[in-house]
């Protein structure tokens, strides 16, 4: 039987969402929908035959089996707690909640439910590249780790984004990437500040992200939002006895006018959409098989929303800032 | 509504394609199987719930909307025929026909037909990198082609592969890439023999053959099916003012014992899995949509047969031998 | 005429110069040479027909026209000095002085001499690679600069390589590379301690310099010497518009047992040899035509361990340390 | 004792060498020069303090120990044979002898003399890139030798550039490098004819070179003299077990406006100047040392003369021209 999922939020990456699970993968379609925006959610709804439903209803009405939150980041939490009452099996996009007292209400409610049913949108997990680099760190390529250098650079961001943005917005799928590829929580952060770029406007970027895990790793991070030349994601592991790092995936590669030239992707909608549905693809297998999911959970959520607080913190202040995280449920061990 | 198919063959190709259709792509389902090995297809059936039919009782069944060829190649000329008497679209996995002469038969009956109901399974039209190649072609990035430099490795081959089936059943994906790239036809063909691999057993391998296309490109192709290193496909086309190649899709990058190393695909599933979702997924959408097939055509198949027969030919004489096409049919052009 | 040239401390890197000089070069010729191990001098010496003198004594003697120094680092400045006073053209290999305090007696000197007579063996600055990275940066290619990464990496330290080595030995290198690129001096450094790798003993290896340029640039720097793998130097620039990174330069590409190998250098020597070349030949050319040398002088040298020491204590303390350096003397503007 | 070498021919290649010899190469001075433009030599010598003689004379001149010969191709035999008549070492670019059996009386002059003075041009072997492919061939590293796949790319020719020149003058680099990398015979040639590009005005221009080798191995080499974009050279060995190709030598990689771009060699000048350099260091220590020169020798020189001579009938004939070489004299075994 294929899942009946409810979609909370029809934006952008809602109705992108909507249209994997309709067209491209098998196993889920969509019934219901939800958005503050009636008339969107209405025009969402009828494309696919589904229904518009209220966020809260959506999520305990018998025709949804599983929750695809997709609304305004401010909202997850509530949504997410609706869903665990419910006892239903939730995929939320990131931010899982927008303050570290939120995602801790979450922990306890799922603890308290007693069964992992969240799974939060950290989809760099699923990326070939990520994982190819994991594999190798796993398997022991490169020896005990010792450091990573990471940069994220978006060519452009639009006008309404903010310094907070740049940390709880972007550095934060670093920041999710880094805890899952050495398996350790970050304990402080600090933020550096070169001199900013004069396409960045008012945004102090680039941003240089300094993070110490728990097992004596450094990472460095650039964050750069307005880098004009491509949607450019980078990460190389230094271990004891090698490197192993992110490679290149270039399809063509030209020579033309004295240079050899191979494209690198203009969004992140071009670098990872594959990531996007082997994401999905995941959950709604594990989902439809009863299992318990396997992707970042509600611990992941939380750890991400305490660590990208601390590194604002940091940002503002320009100060090395230890993350205070709550000691972890039994169920996320 | 889902598209109901009907699976010729359910041998190693037909399972994988199967599996595709059942848990990856949305939009379409099984709903009949046929083998010359009862016992295989009936499991095949059960797992997924379809009925077990021989192939031409499969064909015309009311419960089959579109025909999946994957069975023997000297049966796929006949099974094509009877798809077309039934004005069924039908996808006929590679070769179209193990001679020119029964091509010719599907040519005739298809244009009798009059409409095009045959989509060949030449999946590497839709792998990223030949499409990113094509597109620079295309652009006039490189300017008019003149030659392209091609490879295709296996590194292993079974036991059982003869020295025909290094052009019929291997080099023929390179020759309909070629005739695709260019959008033209190859009118010669020759086939050298360097020194054969000690790898190779009785094989002549690796071959060279030289492609003459009707617009004055010339392609060289290697073809190693015993190259133990890995799966590599590589090809470069030499324009008036530049040059593309098939870039290097290396997901990691490690440094290790005074080496920079990347991965290299094993085997052709590793490297074209996408490429076979791809071609599924736009084959799958068009039936749907009652579109005409936009992939590899009848005509094709019966070129890239055509072809393959005078590059046998060659290997056998030593001589550059003559590629002898009927006229296209008006359907096909 | 052929250049003479008195050469001071003829170990390892001295012995290097020397076969330079005698048998790679033209242009130059050893004539005078002088060592503590008074026996090696004069195998050295009897090697090349040159006469053995001590080293002051060597400086102003007149077959000598110009001084090269190749000694122990604690006896760098005095050399220096005395060259200045002799107004004789002296290469000084790195350091030019073990303290702050005696390079700016240098300066002081060199100043009252009136002309630059003092270059330092910085010689990163004549590699093929970062002359190509400086000259994207200069054209401005990538905008301003705003960021860069760079990596330096030994295979292996010996036994008695200490802490304070990892700056005033190997991180100079990047310190001199740093402010010959952005043209800009270094205000502040921060020394970053990641877990160490157990194959460095006692040292605190790797390390990550965080280096605050006057210009707003801030470098990031991993030092690590004891990577196993090779020598491997990296560096890339962001700038507004794009970034420019050091090019891999590999002779050969093997593929084998599924991977594409390229090599890594194993140390120094093969990464840099041309560069050494290419640094003695412009200034044996330069001194031969009577001109003002126009490779790292006296100020940059100065500045070199001026950097180094506020990162010495910057390691110790843990600390932001700001660089304090002195006026820049109108001789060296 | 710095070597005295006598150049002959002072034009573009002469003048380079002889730059080398006096500015770049310690080891040797040139005394004498010659040049059928008697002031353009007199220009010449008087910038080095060289002599000006006619060639024959040069040969015999007692001021002169070695003979390097920059000459137009036409006049190489005749005084290379007046250099063995002199018991002089002798480096002639290439090519040794415009005809086969100009090129045989110099090998039965240099037998009859009894030890091998002469040495032709071929740099590629000096080259650093070439070098490593080889070794990594010699290692076994990619199992025996079965192919070769090579690419030699001009940008522009000058418009006297005749198609005759496009074998004996281009593909002659090629053709010695073959066999130096196999240490084995080319026994048979076959010329292929692309369409030609719209910017090559009456030349044949790509060519498809096939070369046959004596130990079975078949090498296929495209010539394109007017490939516009930048001077490219390639090489790929596909071995019993593996690959190995000439690797990319980009000092920086550039990422700006959506697109990875490393440079492209703009001629031989700027892919080839250290090759240069080594082999005429090589040649002058060699030479300087008394001993028998290690470099391509007059055998090579006329080996390459007479796959040239094939080459330039089988591209006229667009037949297959086995190559008809004389017995190889005891002296070059
Ligand atoms: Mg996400
Ligand atoms: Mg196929
Ligand atoms: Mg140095
Ligand atoms: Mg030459």
Redesign the interface.
Known sequence: MSLSIGVIGTGMIGREHIRR???????ARVTAVSDVDDELAGRVAAAIGARVLPGTKLITDPSVDAVLICSWGGTHAEYVLAAIAAGKPVFCEKPLATTSAAGLRILEAESAYGRRLVQVGYMRRYD??Y???K??LDRG????P??M?C?HRNAHVPSFYTPDDMIADTAVHEIDMVRWMFGTEIEAVRV????????AGELPD?L?L?LELA????A?V?I?VN????Y?IRGEI?G?????????????????????????P?DWRERFL?AYDVEL?EWV?TVRAGGVVTGPDAWDGYAATTVSAAAVLALRTGKRVEVAMADRPRLYR
Chains 1, 2, 3, 4 share one sequence.
Do not use: C, F, K
């Open positions: 699970l309709t067209t491209v993968l098998s196993g070939v590249a994982r190819a680099l594999r190798e390529t490169i020896g005990a010792l450091m250098h940069a550096l500040r070169p001199r900013p770029s004069s396409h680039p240089l300094i097992n004596g790793v450094l460095d650039e750069s880098a004009q030349y491509g450019d230094l004891e006895s090698g490197t192993a790092a992110l490679g290149e995936l270039s399809p063509v590669a030209v020579r033309r006018t004295g240079r050899l030239t191979t494209p690198i203009a594959a693809r297998d």
